[in-house]
Protein backbone atom coordinates (compact mmCIF):
# COMPACT_ATOMS: atom_id res chain seq x y z
CA UNK A 1 0.00 0.00 0.00
CA UNK A 2 1.34 3.71 -0.89
CA UNK A 3 1.58 6.25 1.76
CA UNK A 4 -1.68 8.43 2.21
CA UNK A 5 -3.28 9.91 5.06
CA UNK A 6 -5.85 7.80 6.96
CA UNK A 7 -9.69 8.60 7.23
CA UNK A 8 -11.65 8.30 10.69
CA UNK A 9 -13.95 6.11 11.13
CA UNK A 10 -13.29 4.53 7.96
CA UNK A 11 -12.03 1.25 6.72
CA UNK A 12 -8.81 1.59 4.74
CA UNK A 13 -6.86 -1.63 3.02
CA UNK A 14 -3.75 -2.74 3.69
CA UNK A 15 -1.16 -5.18 2.17
CA UNK A 16 -0.51 -7.90 4.29
CA UNK A 17 1.93 -10.52 2.64
CA UNK A 18 -0.14 -12.11 -0.13
CA UNK A 19 -2.94 -11.22 1.27
CA UNK A 20 -5.50 -8.05 2.34
CA UNK A 21 -6.34 -6.31 5.42
CA UNK A 22 -8.77 -4.02 6.46
CA UNK A 23 -8.42 -1.33 9.11
CA UNK A 24 -10.26 1.30 10.58
CA UNK A 25 -8.76 4.33 12.58
CA UNK A 26 -10.62 5.21 15.50
CA UNK A 27 -9.72 8.53 17.80
CA UNK A 28 -9.91 8.45 21.49
CA UNK A 29 -10.23 11.23 23.47
CA UNK A 30 -8.54 11.16 27.49
CA UNK A 31 -12.30 11.62 28.58
CA UNK A 32 -13.60 8.99 25.87
CA UNK A 33 -10.95 6.52 26.54
CA UNK A 34 -11.04 7.26 30.41
CA UNK A 35 -14.78 5.96 30.39
CA UNK A 36 -13.67 2.36 28.04
CA UNK A 37 -10.98 0.88 29.97
CA UNK A 38 -10.93 -2.10 27.55
CA UNK A 39 -8.75 0.48 25.54
CA UNK A 40 -6.32 1.75 28.18
CA UNK A 41 -5.62 -2.01 28.85
CA UNK A 42 -5.11 -2.39 25.22
CA UNK A 43 -2.93 0.44 24.66
CA UNK A 44 -1.03 -0.50 27.64
CA UNK A 45 -0.33 -3.94 26.27
CA UNK A 46 0.61 -3.08 22.85
CA UNK A 47 3.21 -0.28 24.02
CA UNK A 48 4.88 -2.61 26.68
CA UNK A 49 5.13 -4.81 23.70
CA UNK A 50 7.25 -2.45 22.00
CA UNK A 51 8.78 -0.72 24.88
CA UNK A 52 9.32 -3.72 26.87
CA UNK A 53 11.55 -1.36 29.33
CA UNK A 54 9.15 0.75 30.56
CA UNK A 55 6.96 -0.34 33.31
CA UNK A 56 3.47 -1.41 33.11
CA UNK A 57 2.64 1.57 35.91
CA UNK A 58 4.34 4.02 34.18
CA UNK A 59 2.64 3.20 30.85
CA UNK A 60 -0.87 3.22 33.02
CA UNK A 61 0.09 6.50 34.64
CA UNK A 62 0.96 8.17 31.18
CA UNK A 63 -2.31 7.22 29.60
CA UNK A 64 -4.43 7.92 32.75
CA UNK A 65 -3.24 12.06 31.49
CA UNK A 66 -5.78 14.44 30.68
CA UNK A 67 -5.78 16.20 27.14
CA UNK A 68 -4.11 12.80 25.42
CA UNK A 69 -5.53 12.47 22.16
CA UNK A 70 -5.17 8.40 21.12
CA UNK A 71 -5.34 7.32 17.37
CA UNK A 72 -6.08 3.15 17.06
CA UNK A 73 -5.68 0.87 13.98
CA UNK A 74 -8.44 -1.54 14.82
CA UNK A 75 -9.22 -4.99 12.72
CA UNK A 76 -12.88 -6.02 11.85
CA UNK A 77 -13.87 -8.51 14.33
CA UNK A 78 -14.65 -10.51 11.35
CA UNK A 79 -11.65 -11.07 10.29
CA UNK A 80 -10.14 -11.57 13.97
CA UNK A 81 -12.82 -14.35 14.21
CA UNK A 82 -12.15 -16.28 11.21
CA UNK A 83 -8.38 -16.20 11.56
CA UNK A 84 -9.07 -17.62 15.26
CA UNK A 85 -10.99 -20.18 13.32
CA UNK A 86 -8.27 -21.37 11.39
CA UNK A 87 -5.76 -20.79 14.15
CA UNK A 88 -7.56 -21.90 17.86
CA UNK A 89 -4.14 -21.16 18.99
CA UNK A 90 -4.31 -17.52 19.02
CA UNK A 91 -7.87 -17.90 20.42
CA UNK A 92 -6.38 -19.64 23.73
CA UNK A 93 -3.64 -17.46 24.62
CA UNK A 94 -5.49 -15.16 26.67
CA UNK A 95 -5.29 -18.41 28.94
CA UNK A 96 -1.97 -19.39 28.36
CA UNK A 97 -0.45 -16.61 30.66
CA UNK A 98 0.38 -15.69 34.12
CA UNK A 99 -1.95 -13.15 35.16
CA UNK A 100 0.79 -10.33 35.20
CA UNK A 101 2.05 -10.66 31.58
CA UNK A 102 0.79 -10.06 28.33
CA UNK A 103 0.11 -12.18 24.98
CA UNK A 104 2.84 -12.12 22.40
CA UNK A 105 1.55 -10.01 19.59
CA UNK A 106 4.27 -11.88 17.29
CA UNK A 107 3.40 -14.34 14.27
CA UNK A 108 6.11 -17.03 14.47
CA UNK A 109 4.11 -19.98 14.11
CA UNK A 110 5.16 -22.91 11.95
CA UNK A 111 2.81 -23.49 9.69
CA UNK A 112 3.08 -27.35 9.40
CA UNK A 113 2.43 -27.73 13.24
CA UNK A 114 -0.14 -27.75 14.83
CA UNK A 115 -2.59 -24.84 15.06
CA UNK A 116 -4.63 -25.59 18.30
CA UNK A 117 -7.58 -27.35 17.01
CA UNK A 118 -6.67 -30.51 19.11
CA UNK A 119 -5.73 -28.76 21.73
CA UNK A 120 -9.17 -26.97 21.57
CA UNK A 121 -11.04 -30.16 21.83
CA UNK A 122 -8.91 -31.45 25.32
CA UNK A 123 -10.24 -27.67 26.75
CA UNK A 124 -13.66 -28.29 25.92
CA UNK A 125 -13.48 -31.91 27.48
CA UNK A 126 -11.72 -30.41 30.56
CA UNK A 127 -14.61 -27.71 30.48
CA UNK A 128 -16.96 -30.14 30.62
CA UNK A 129 -15.77 -32.98 32.95
CA UNK A 130 -13.45 -31.27 35.28
CA UNK A 131 -11.32 -33.74 37.24
CA UNK A 132 -12.58 -36.45 35.30
CA UNK A 133 -11.00 -35.32 32.58
CA UNK A 134 -8.69 -37.44 31.18
CA UNK A 135 -6.75 -34.06 29.65
CA UNK A 136 -6.92 -32.21 33.08
CA UNK A 137 -3.21 -32.00 33.93
CA UNK A 138 -2.33 -30.79 30.37
CA UNK A 139 -4.58 -28.29 30.36
CA UNK A 140 -3.85 -27.25 33.36
CA UNK A 141 -0.14 -26.82 32.86
CA UNK A 142 -0.82 -24.82 29.24
CA UNK A 143 -2.95 -22.82 30.62
CA UNK A 144 -2.70 -21.90 33.42
CA UNK A 145 -5.35 -18.87 33.94
CA UNK A 146 -8.14 -20.85 32.59
CA UNK A 147 -9.48 -21.36 36.31
CA UNK A 148 -8.84 -17.83 37.18
CA UNK A 149 -10.67 -16.24 34.38
CA UNK A 150 -13.42 -18.86 33.88
CA UNK A 151 -16.00 -20.32 36.46
CA UNK A 152 -15.44 -23.68 34.41
CA UNK A 153 -18.85 -23.80 33.59
CA UNK A 154 -20.83 -25.21 30.41
CA UNK A 155 -21.87 -21.95 29.24
CA UNK A 156 -18.17 -20.55 29.42
CA UNK A 157 -17.46 -23.22 26.20
CA UNK A 158 -18.24 -19.77 24.20
CA UNK A 159 -14.33 -18.64 25.62
CA UNK A 160 -13.63 -21.52 23.24
CA UNK A 161 -15.45 -20.72 20.02
CA UNK A 162 -14.34 -18.52 17.51
CA UNK A 163 -17.96 -17.09 16.44
CA UNK A 164 -19.26 -16.76 20.48
CA UNK A 165 -16.22 -15.63 21.95
CA UNK A 166 -16.09 -11.93 23.61
CA UNK A 167 -13.30 -9.70 21.76
CA UNK A 168 -11.23 -7.68 23.58
CA UNK A 169 -10.20 -4.12 21.92
CA UNK A 170 -6.73 -5.91 22.44
CA UNK A 171 -7.77 -8.88 20.09
CA UNK A 172 -8.88 -6.20 17.35
CA UNK A 173 -5.81 -3.88 18.09
CA UNK A 174 -3.16 -3.35 15.58
CA UNK A 175 -0.93 -0.48 16.30
CA UNK A 176 -1.88 3.16 18.04
CA UNK A 177 0.16 6.37 18.78
CA UNK A 178 -0.57 9.18 21.79
CA UNK A 179 -0.69 13.01 21.62
CA UNK A 180 -0.48 15.48 24.04
CA UNK A 181 -0.51 19.02 23.05
CA UNK A 182 2.14 20.86 25.52
CA UNK A 183 3.73 24.41 25.52
CA UNK A 184 7.44 25.53 26.38
CA UNK A 185 7.87 27.27 29.53
CA UNK A 186 10.73 28.98 27.99
CA UNK A 187 8.30 29.90 25.21
CA UNK A 188 5.18 30.11 25.81
CA UNK A 189 4.05 31.16 22.77
CA UNK A 190 4.95 28.30 21.61
CA UNK A 191 2.03 25.33 20.59
CA UNK A 192 3.97 21.73 20.19
CA UNK A 193 2.14 18.39 19.88
CA UNK A 194 4.38 15.80 21.55
CA UNK A 195 4.37 12.31 20.43
CA UNK A 196 4.49 10.32 23.44
CA UNK A 197 3.91 6.55 22.36
CA UNK A 198 3.64 4.85 19.26
CA UNK A 199 3.81 0.83 18.13
CA UNK A 200 2.58 -1.68 15.68
CA UNK A 201 2.16 -4.88 16.43
CA UNK A 202 4.87 -7.13 15.18
CA UNK A 203 3.51 -9.50 12.46
CA UNK A 204 2.32 -6.03 10.93
CA UNK A 205 4.74 -3.79 10.64
CA UNK A 206 5.82 -4.54 6.87
CA UNK A 207 1.79 -3.19 6.11
CA UNK A 208 3.25 0.33 6.86
CA UNK A 209 0.93 1.02 9.37
CA UNK A 210 2.99 2.96 11.61
CA UNK A 211 3.93 5.42 8.86
CA UNK A 212 0.42 5.66 7.72
CA UNK A 213 -0.98 6.53 11.36
CA UNK A 214 2.50 8.94 12.21
CA UNK A 215 1.76 11.10 8.67
CA UNK A 216 -2.50 10.90 9.57
CA UNK A 217 -1.72 12.71 13.23
CA UNK A 218 0.53 15.30 11.41
CA UNK A 219 -1.94 15.96 9.17
CA UNK A 220 -5.04 16.54 11.12
CA UNK A 221 -3.95 16.61 14.72
CA UNK A 222 -1.46 19.48 14.52
CA UNK A 223 -3.40 22.14 13.28
CA UNK A 224 -2.68 24.44 16.50
CA UNK A 225 0.92 23.70 16.68
CA UNK A 226 3.75 25.02 15.82
CA UNK A 227 5.86 21.88 15.58
CA UNK A 228 5.49 18.00 16.17
CA UNK A 229 8.09 16.67 18.40
CA UNK A 230 8.51 13.41 19.82
CA UNK A 231 11.76 11.29 21.49
CA UNK A 232 12.92 8.48 19.51
CA UNK A 233 14.51 5.45 20.62
CA UNK A 234 17.95 5.40 18.81
CA UNK A 235 16.72 2.49 16.33
CA UNK A 236 14.06 4.30 15.56
CA UNK A 237 15.53 7.77 13.70
CA UNK A 238 15.58 6.11 10.46
CA UNK A 239 11.90 5.32 10.54
CA UNK A 240 11.28 9.50 11.73
CA UNK A 241 13.36 10.40 9.40
CA UNK A 242 11.43 8.74 6.53
CA UNK A 243 8.39 10.75 8.25
CA UNK A 244 9.51 14.20 7.68
CA UNK A 245 11.25 14.83 10.77
CA UNK A 246 14.76 15.87 11.97
CA UNK A 247 17.13 15.37 14.61
CA UNK A 248 19.23 18.46 14.24
CA UNK A 249 20.47 19.40 17.53
CA UNK A 250 19.81 22.79 16.82
CA UNK A 251 16.51 22.78 15.80
CA UNK A 252 15.46 20.32 18.51
CA UNK A 253 17.58 22.13 21.69
CA UNK A 254 14.91 24.00 22.75
CA UNK A 255 12.45 20.77 23.05
CA UNK A 256 14.67 19.30 25.55
CA UNK A 257 13.15 20.17 29.03
CA UNK A 258 9.74 18.34 27.81
CA UNK A 259 10.83 15.27 29.11
CA UNK A 260 14.17 14.18 31.00
CA UNK A 261 13.31 10.86 31.95
CA UNK A 262 13.98 9.52 28.52
CA UNK A 263 17.35 8.01 27.68
CA UNK A 264 18.68 6.48 24.97
CA UNK A 265 16.71 8.66 23.52
CA UNK A 266 16.93 10.98 20.23
CA UNK A 267 14.75 14.25 20.35
CA UNK A 268 13.42 14.81 17.06
CA UNK A 269 11.27 17.46 15.49
CA UNK A 270 8.64 18.73 12.55
CA UNK A 271 7.96 22.59 11.85
CA UNK A 272 4.79 22.68 11.71
CA UNK A 273 4.49 26.87 11.60
CA UNK A 274 7.43 29.16 11.89
CA UNK A 275 5.62 31.42 13.93
CA UNK A 276 5.00 31.63 17.48
CA UNK A 277 8.83 30.97 18.78
CA UNK A 278 9.38 34.46 19.82
CA UNK A 279 10.08 35.13 23.68
CA UNK A 280 8.56 38.63 23.51
CA UNK A 281 8.02 41.91 21.59
CA UNK A 282 11.38 43.19 22.59
CA UNK A 283 14.35 43.68 20.19
CA UNK A 284 16.24 40.77 20.95
CA UNK A 285 13.42 38.37 21.16
CA UNK A 286 12.34 39.39 17.64
CA UNK A 287 16.19 38.63 16.53
CA UNK A 288 16.09 35.51 18.33
CA UNK A 289 12.69 34.23 16.33
CA UNK A 290 14.01 35.38 13.21
CA UNK A 291 17.43 33.41 13.27
CA UNK A 292 15.64 30.34 14.44
CA UNK A 293 13.18 30.53 11.93
CA UNK A 294 16.26 31.08 9.06
CA UNK A 295 17.94 28.49 10.78
CA UNK A 296 14.79 26.23 10.19
CA UNK A 297 14.70 27.00 6.69
CA UNK A 298 18.14 26.22 5.95
CA UNK A 299 18.09 22.87 8.11
CA UNK A 300 15.55 21.84 5.71
CA UNK A 301 16.96 23.46 2.58
CA UNK A 302 20.49 21.36 3.53
CA UNK A 303 18.42 17.72 4.13
CA UNK A 304 16.98 18.37 0.90
CA UNK A 305 19.98 19.19 -1.07
CA UNK A 306 22.09 15.75 0.89
CA UNK A 307 19.00 13.97 -0.75
CA UNK A 308 19.16 15.26 -4.14
CA UNK A 309 23.31 14.65 -3.57
CA UNK A 310 22.62 11.08 -2.36
CA UNK A 311 20.70 10.73 -5.79
CA UNK A 312 23.45 12.61 -8.18
CA UNK A 313 25.80 10.22 -6.43
CA UNK A 314 23.40 7.54 -7.68
CA UNK A 315 23.40 8.70 -10.91
CA UNK A 316 27.11 9.03 -11.45
CA UNK A 317 28.13 5.64 -10.10
CA UNK A 318 25.46 4.57 -13.28
CA UNK A 319 27.58 6.34 -15.45
CA UNK A 320 30.92 5.17 -14.01
CA UNK A 321 29.58 1.66 -14.54
CA UNK A 322 28.44 2.54 -18.16
CA UNK A 323 32.09 3.84 -18.48
CA UNK A 324 33.56 0.52 -17.27
CA UNK A 325 31.45 -1.83 -19.58
CA UNK A 326 32.41 0.13 -22.47
CA UNK A 327 36.32 0.63 -21.54
CA UNK A 328 35.67 -3.87 -21.09
CA UNK A 329 34.56 -3.94 -24.67
CA UNK A 330 37.14 -1.65 -26.17
CA UNK A 331 40.08 -3.70 -24.67
CA UNK A 332 38.18 -6.52 -26.44
CA UNK A 333 37.79 -5.28 -29.77
CA UNK A 334 41.77 -4.20 -29.43
CA UNK A 335 42.59 -7.80 -28.42
CA UNK A 336 40.78 -8.77 -31.31
CA UNK A 337 42.45 -6.29 -33.96
CA UNK A 338 45.96 -7.59 -32.64
CA UNK A 339 45.00 -11.00 -33.03
CA UNK A 340 44.24 -10.46 -37.01
CA UNK A 341 47.45 -8.62 -37.22
CA UNK A 342 49.39 -11.85 -35.88
CA UNK A 343 47.07 -13.68 -37.95
CA UNK A 344 48.02 -11.82 -41.81
CA UNK A 345 51.84 -11.84 -40.45
CA UNK A 346 51.62 -16.08 -40.06
CA UNK A 347 50.05 -16.28 -43.83
CA UNK A 348 52.49 -13.39 -44.98
CA UNK A 349 55.11 -15.25 -43.59
CA UNK A 350 54.27 -18.70 -45.11
CA UNK A 351 53.65 -17.20 -48.36
CA UNK A 352 57.09 -15.67 -48.32
CA UNK A 353 58.14 -19.35 -47.28
CA UNK A 354 56.84 -21.01 -50.46
CA UNK A 355 58.32 -18.34 -52.55
CA UNK A 356 55.19 -16.37 -53.17
CA UNK A 357 55.30 -12.63 -52.67
CA UNK A 358 52.10 -11.14 -51.24
CA UNK A 359 50.96 -8.28 -52.67
CA UNK A 360 47.77 -7.62 -50.40
CA UNK A 361 48.75 -4.59 -47.32
CA UNK A 362 48.54 -5.76 -44.13
CA UNK A 363 46.54 -2.86 -42.92
CA UNK A 364 44.00 -3.31 -45.63
CA UNK A 365 43.01 -6.73 -44.66
CA UNK A 366 42.79 -6.21 -41.47
CA UNK A 367 40.64 -3.32 -42.37
CA UNK A 368 38.52 -5.61 -44.12
CA UNK A 369 37.98 -8.20 -41.69
CA UNK A 370 36.84 -5.64 -39.52
CA UNK A 371 34.48 -4.07 -41.39
CA UNK A 372 32.53 -7.76 -42.30
CA UNK A 373 32.48 -7.81 -38.69
Known amino acids: MSLKFLEYDKDTEFQ ?44 RKDLSSPDLVHLLLMRLESDVRTEYQAKPTRMLRRFEYPETQFEDFSDDSDPEEDQGQEMVLKVEDFIRNRRRSQFEKQVRNKFPRLEQTLKLEKSDLQFINS ?31 QLLYIGVRT ?26 FTFAGSDAVRFFRRCGMTDDPLLCGRFQQLDEDWTDAVPMVKMIK ?17 MYRKYAAEAYMMKSLCEQNEELKGKIDEVQKEKDQFEQQLALEKARC ?36
Open 338 to 373: IMYEQLVQTLEDQLISNGIQPKVNQDEIVSKVLKRK
Open 163 to 193: ELIPLRKRDLLVGALTLKNVKLSDFPATNVC
Open 16 to 59: YGSKSINLRLVKLTSASAAQQPDYIDALVDLYHHILPNVSILDL
Open 274 to 290: NEGFGVGKDLYGEFQNF
Open 203 to 228: RFQQCKCGRNLLRTAIQYETKAADAF
